[in-house]
């Protein structure tokens, strides 16, 4: 990163920002509870995640991001909504490309009704961090994905729930959507060769509180501590639906439209007209979702974002199992890893234990990428 009088103002800038913007600074514990990680982040994070115990047994991690404790310390309070926090701090994360440990920073913005506005204002506020940290968002890429919108397609399809599920499920991971819709258009020709009988007689029956009990005790014979992987109850969960989606099969022309679909990447100006054309043209009624992408379009140009400046991409999306709407990242050119990130997540504190669901969006900062950016900006 940069030198520290280079880091003290940045810190300043953006501490400077979030409260002009409202948000209550906070600082969750850098030792946290490892198993809301486990249940809802995902692999892609859940893999790179620093585990140790507790002196009770109880799993516990270095603190990975700041979303979840952020949601979890306000179900804890109780807190009268809306309510924005934001957040300064190292997280701890295994990768081969750089640090294990560096500094991120962001917004979470909870319990906001209008789901346009509060979508806008993250992206908004993050280009407005950016421009605080010395990057200029205009030499950076911001591609934007909707999640709720690849979801209403599907269902607009009419695909089984079990194919909606896992395909939602690969959704941002580019190389496995496009795995799962191989599969799909092709039905289950080796897809479950060399599943053990007794597994895929009880999936295929849907006997999930048998074929939980037997997976825990292959599990167990085998020495598996708790938490190495995922529990007995997803693997059945998610075996009970690869038996499903393989033994059904992705119709040609649904499988055409889903394509086509995905094949949407443009300019965020031009996305709903491209959005509309093709729904109308497949005969196809997106009703709230494609009403809400546009209404969140006006937002994001009421809270100056210039659309032309943002590319609109259907197949886009974070790989982080608790998004459930918008999601956006800002990266250098020609760069896969964001300065910028962030996306709606509407299910995770009713997941995390709140009593009714609440919305939420929230965006985080890499800092020490943006530092890279600038330096190589001087060069």
């Not at 074929?211 to 599990?219: C, P, Q, S, V, Y």
Request: glycine fraction near 12%.
């Amino acid at each position: 990163m940069g030198g520290p009088k280079d880091e003290a103002a940045v810190a300043a800038a953006l501490d400077a920002l979030f409260a002009q913007r409202g948000a209550e600074t906070v600082s969750p514990p850098m030792i946290l509870p490892a198993d809301p990680y486990l249940d809802t982040a995902g692999e892609a994070l859940r893999r790179r995640i620093f585990l140790t115990r507790g002196e009770g047994g109880e799993n516990l991690c270095l603190r990975p991001d700041f979303t979840i404790p952020v949601c979890i310390d306000h179900i804890a309070h109780g807190t009268a909504l809306p309510k924005r926090y934001s957040y300064r701090g190292l997280v701890f994360r295994q990768r081969a490309d750089g640090p294990a440990e560096f500094v991120q920073a962001g917004i979470e913005d909870l319990g906001e009704e209008n789901r346009a506005e509060a979508d806008a204002r993250a992206l908004a506020d993050a280009l407005a961090g950016l421009s605080a940290a010395g990057v200029d968002p205009a030499r950076l890429d911001i591609v934007l994905g909707d999640q709720g919108l690849f979801e209403a397609f599907l269902r607009a399809l009419g695909l089984p729930e079990g194919w909606q599920r896992r395909l939602i499920r690969t959704f941002g991971h580019d190389g496995q959507l496009k795995a799962a819709l191989a599969a799909l258009s092709k039905g289950g020709a080796g897809t479950l060769d060399g599943l053990d009988d007794d597994l895929l007689d009880l999936a295929r029956d849907r006997e999930e509180g048998a074929l939980i009990r037997l997976i825990a005790a292959r599990m167990e014979a085998a020495g598996l501590p708790p938490h190495s992987g995922r529990s007995p109850g997803e693997v059945a969960s998610r075996l009970i639906e690869k038996v499903a989606v393989a033994e059904a099969r992705l119709g040609d022309a649904a499988l055409a439209l889903l394509e086509d679909f995905l094949g949407v990447d443009c300019s965020l100006s031009e996305a709903g007209d491209r959005l509309a054309e093709l729904a109308a043209s497949a005969g196809l009624e997106l009703g709230r979702a494609l009403t809400g992408f546009e209404t969140r379009n006006l937002a994001l140009q009421a809270a100056g974002v210039d659309l032309a400046t943002v590319t609109y991409r259907a197949a886009f999306g974070r790989p982080i199992d608790y998004y459930t709407g918008l999601v956006f990242e800002a990266r250098a050119p020609g760069s896969g890893d964001p300065l910028a990130g962030g996306g709606r997540y509407d299910r995770l504190l009713t997941i995390l234990g709140a009593t009714a669901p609440i919305p939420a969006v929230g965006f985080s900062l890499w800092l020490d990428r943006m530092a890279g950016f600038r330096e190589g900006a001087k060069e």
